[in-house]
C-alpha cells in the first residue's frame, strides 16, 4: 500500500512534475484529473520530474466523480485553503487518497461542500493567500507519511 496523491485538474506542468518526483521519493501513487492544463508531453512536466518518471505510478481520469466511483470504500482528504482542521489533525491511514485542487482556484466549491468533515488545510499567516501547489502537497505527504510509520521507506 501507498498513498494516493490526487491533482484535479492541475495547470502548470512544473508543479506536477515536481508533485511526481515526490511521489516518486515516497512511494504514492499520481492520480491526474483531467482536464490537464498541459501535455503529459510538456518539456517542463519532464525536466522538474527529472530521472524520476520509471519510478511514478500514473493514472489518469476524466472526472473526479470516475475517480470515487473507481475506489468507493476509500478514505479521501481534501486539501484547501478553506478548511478549518489543520493536515496534522487528519488521521491518514495506508492507502488513503489526499486530493489537491489546481494552482488559481483551488479544489471545486461542491467537492468542499459535500466533504466538509475530510477537508484539511496547511496553516499559515491570514495574509498568506496560499502556498505552492507542489509545496503542499510535499508537506501533507511527509505528515501523512509520519504518522503511518513511514511504511515501506527507509
Known amino acids: 500500500m501507498s498513498l494516493n ?8 506542468p512544473q508543479n506536477t512534475g515536481n508533485i511526481a518526483r515526490t511521489c516518486a521519493a515516497t512511494g504514492s501513487q499520481l492520480h491526474l484529473v483531467k482536464p490537464l492544463g ?8 519532464k525536466r522538474a520530474g527529472l530521472d524520476y518518471w520509471s519510478l511514478v505510478n500514473i493514472n489518469y481520469y476524466d472526472s473526479f466523480a470516475e475517480l470515487k466511483n473507481k475506489y468507493p470504500e476509500g478514505l479521501f482528504f481534501y486539501s484547501t485553503t478553506k478548511a478549518k482542521k489543520k493536515h496534522t489533525d487528519a ?11 489546481k494552482e488559481t482556484a483551488g479544489l471545486p466549491k461542491l467537492i468542499i461542500e459535500e466533504n466538509k468533515e475530510f477537508c ?8 498568506a493567500r496560499s502556498l505552492n501547489l507542489a ?20
Open 120 to 127: 484539511i488545510r496547511v496553516p499559515m499567516i491570514n495574509d
Open 91 to 101: 488521521a491518514y491511514k495506508n492507502g488513503c487518497f489526499i486530493v489537491f485542487g
Open 38 to 45: 498541459f501535455s503529459v508531453d510538456d518539456k517542463h512536466l
Open 5 to 12: 496523491i490526487v491533482l484535479v485538474e492541475p495547470e502548470i
Open 135 to 154: 509545496n503542499s502537497v510535499a508537506i501533507v505527504v511527509y505528515e501523512a507519511l509520519r504518522q503511518i510509520g513511514f511504511t515501506n521507506m527507509l
